[in-house]
């Protein structure tokens, strides 16, 4: 089955700190990850997807498929950045549309 | 563009009860999917619908069931209403495009309705 882990419930960095929110999946196939955000009182949004290999609001994430892990890395964090982060998965179990998602991270940029 | 609505925003049953949650999504976007977030459990992947059929649903006994209707809103209703059914239920939407993998639209999810079972 499909399982997207992601091991830190709450990362708090300071103002300029890389930032690396860790996600690791299981699935034996190629799997389509993607990192969605939720910022204080807004909805669930999509951040980036990984087929897109973009860098969106200075955030990137490589697919390592020999380690199963997508993590989510900052150079430079920004107070703006603080919210909650998921990482999911589409994948079969889903109808290679749905998503199984992480149980997600906060992350809390200190000034 | 109109986000994706849902309603009610909030909800008080009793156990053993139905629930019936609505969700109308952006304008031209013919999927949507249902998840729960239950305290604890994370998101939850419930059912998928799109052109009016179920296409997956995920790990929910039958009593969680939907439908979507011509006009691409949806439903989703819950029978015999439980304790643990207490959650905020996220409804989304996206186009559909293809059938392969690796070409997945964005999902736009609404702000949820909060099932609260006393």
């Known amino acids: 089955a499909q399982r997207v882990t992601q091991p830190e419930k709450l990362l708090s960095v300071f103002k300029g700190a890389p930032v690396e929110l860790k996600c690791n999946y299981s699935y034996s196939g190629s799997p389509e990850l993607f990192w969605y955000v939720q910022y204080s009182r807004q909805r669930l949004q999509l951040l980036l997807r990984h087929i897109s290999r973009e860098s969106i609001k200075g955030f990137t994430a490589d697919l390592n498929k020999g380690e199963t892990s997508f993590h989510l890395k900052k150079p430079f964090a920004q107070e703006e950045d603080s919210a909650m982060y998921y990482c999911a998965l589409s994948g079969p179990d889903t109808g290679r549309r749905a998503l199984t998602f992480g149980s997600g991270t906060r992350l809390q940029v200190q000034p | 563009e109109a986000g994706v609505t849902q309603s009610p925003t909030h909800l008080i049953k009793t156990r053993g009860q139905q629930a019936t949650l609505r969700c109308s999504p952006i304008s031209g976007h013919t999927s949507v999917y249902w998840y729960q977030q239950a305290l604890g459990l994370g998101l939850q992947f419930l059912l998928w619908?799109?052109?009016?059929?179920?296409?997956n649903r995920g790990n929910f006994p039958p009593r969680f069931s939907g439908r979507q209707f011509p006009n691409y809103s949806s439903e989703l209703n819950v029978n015999a209403l439980e304790l643990e059914d207490s959650a905020l239920y996220l409804c989304?939407?996206?186009?559909?495009?293809?059938?392969?993998?690796?070409?997945?639209?964005?999902?736009?999810f609404g702000d949820g309705t909060r099932l609260s079972i006393l």
């Open positions: 619908y799109d052109e009016g059929e179920e296409r």
């Open positions: 989304a939407s996206s186009l559909l495009d293809g059938t392969f993998s690796y070409s997945n639209q964005p999902q736009h």
